[in-house]
C-alpha cells in the first residue's frame, strides 16, 4: 500500500502566521535614540569656582539676616542695577 501526500507539506500554517506578526513588530520598532554629553557640557555642569564663592556668600547673608544683623547698602544697590543695565 503506498500513501501519496496531496497538497503542499511541512507548511504550518500557525508558523508563517508567527512569522508574519514578529516581521511587523521589527518594521514597527523605531532605532533607540541616544544622547552624548560632550566633555565641554560635562565641564559646564561640574560647579565652578565663582558658583562655590557665590553660594557661600548667599550662606553668609543668609545668617547675617537671620541674626538681624544684615544692613543693605542703597548706593552699590543702585550701581549694581545700573551696571545691570548698562551692558
Known amino acids: 500500500m503506498k ?3 496531496n ?3 511541512g507548511i504550518n500554517p500557525y508558523q508563517r502566521q ?3 506578526v514578529q516581521e511587523a513588530k521589527k518594521a514597527v520598532e523605531a532605532p533607540k535614540d541616544k544622547l552624548e554629553i560632550s566633555s565641554a557640557a560635562k565641564g559646564m555642569q561640574e560647579v565652578s569656582k565663582l ?3 557665590r553660594m557661600e556668600k548667599i550662606a553668609s547673608l543668609k545668617q ?3 541674626k538681624g544683623e544684615y544692613q ?3 548706593e552699590k544697590i543702585a550701581e549694581g ?3 545691570f543695565y548698562k551692558k
Do not use: C, D, R, W
Open 3 to 5: 500513501i501519496n501526500q
Open 7 to 9: 497538497g503542499v507539506s
Open 18 to 20: 508567527l512569522n508574519k
Open 51 to 53: 558658583t562655590k564663592e
Open 64 to 66: 547675617q539676616v537671620a
Open 72 to 74: 543693605p547698602q542703597p
Open 81 to 83: 542695577i545700573v551696571k
